[in-house]
């Protein structure tokens, strides 16, 4: 059974309403002594993907451009569970990831092959390598992921009658994205 827009939109919202948090929990993942560095690089790499404000629809574009980095950390949390990330926080947005599936089936695993890649992108000046070997860029990192939680206001994504213009303009964005990066037909 394929979702509607305005079911898509709904699953959407709840992610985008609980961002702010979302952020916070991936941060105190991040933060657990218990997680291994694999687990660390993935957490790293999808929070710097939160902060970086031109992805794969630019966080200007309202709270439908703050969806695709929610589905991000959401698959982050799934991929650093499975390298081994045992944070309870971590639990219910590894879950969550299955909701990918259910919204867009032919980019969820492309779209787990981008976020596993996210370790290697360089955000803000900041790599992976540097703010886990530099205790400076690890504060500004730790500060600038904290202030995006505290700054992010929820925002409705669309109404019922503009929905599926809203799925379409977040689906293609993923979708051209993952073909650019070559994971995708």
Avoid: W
Avoid at 48 to 60: G, R, S, T, V
Avoid at 70 to 77: E, G, S
């Amino acid at each position: 059974m394929s979702l509607s827009a305005e079911d898509k939109v709904f699953v959407l919202q709840r992610f985008v309403n609980n961002y702010s948090q979302d952020l916070v929990t991936m941060l105190a993942a991040l933060a657990d002594p218990s997680t291994p560095e694999p687990a660390q690089r993935l957490l790293i790499g999808g929070l710097n993907y939160a902060l970086d404000k031109f992805d794969m629809l630019p966080d200007h574009r309202g709270p439908i451009g703050i969806a695709d980095d929610a589905i991000v950390l959401r698959i982050t949390a799934k991929l650093a569970k499975a390298a081994g990330a045992k944070h309870a926080g971590l639990e219910p947005l590894a879950l969550d990831a299955n909701n990918v599936h259910n919204l867009f089936a032919d980019l969820a695993a492309p779209l787990e092959k981008l976020v596993a890649t996210l370790p290697k992108k360089e955000v803000r000046g900041r790599t992976t390598e540097k703010i886990l070997a530099n205790n400076l860029a690890r504060a500004a990192f730790d500060s600038d992921v904290n202030n995006e939680s505290k700054r992010f206001k929820a925002e409705r994504i669309a109404t019922a009658e503009n929905a599926p213009r809203a799925i379409d303009e977040l689906y293609r964005a993923m979708r051209d994205t993952v073909i650019r990066a070559k994971l995708h037909r």
